[in-house]
């Protein structure tokens, strides 16, 4: 049985998610990032795409110039590649969001703060399985 977000990989530059070609919150330029906030760890610029909230992009802009960027709203779909993605309020900071990505009956959410999500919340229906991931690995599960 293959490990739960084994189609996530984590690198030194950032999260792989290999089934959508994308990193998440790259430190070096990518084809394709996902920004989860606008702080200067996790947004950088020079990427060939990004997806983040339209908050984020201006703060992208303001600290690098004009990206090439895809305004996502909280809780739109997306599908990319082979994995359906939504981003979620945060609630760190302006235009913060935590990832929420399906592909194959799992569900991972890839989350600045790892106590910022509760899968017990109204709208989060639970699918198979779960996980968060924070940009330094750290995985939980519910019991």
């Known amino acids: 049985m293959a490990r739960l977000g084994s189609w996530i990989e984590s690198h030194p530059e950032g999260i792989y998610v290999r089934p959508a070609d994308a990193w998440i919150d790259p430190s070096q330029p990518k084809a394709r990032a996902w920004v989860t906030h606008g702080h200067g760890d996790h947004a950088r610029g020079g ?4 997806l983040a909230t339209s908050a984020t992009l ?10 090439s ?8 779909p997306l599908q990319v590649g082979e994995v359906s993605v939504r981003f979620v309020p945060a609630g760190h900071v302006l235009g ?3 990832i929420v990505m399906e592909h194959k009956g799992e569900r991972v959410v890839v989350c600045h703060l790892p106590t910022a999500l509760l899968p017990s919340q109204p709208n989060w229906p639970m699918s198979k399985s779960f996980s ?3 940009p330094a690995p750290v995985r939980t599960r519910p019991r």
């Not at 990427?47 to 990004?50: D, K, P, R």
Request: hydrophobic share 35%; with cysteine; net charge negative.
């Open 58 to 67: 201006a703060i992208m802009e303001t600290r690098y110039g004009p990206q």
């Open 96 to 98: 913060s969001a935590q």
């Open 47 to 50: 990427h060939g795409a990004v």
């Open 69 to 76: 960027g895809q305004a996502i709203a909280y809780d739109e």
């Open 132 to 134: 968060c991931w924070t």
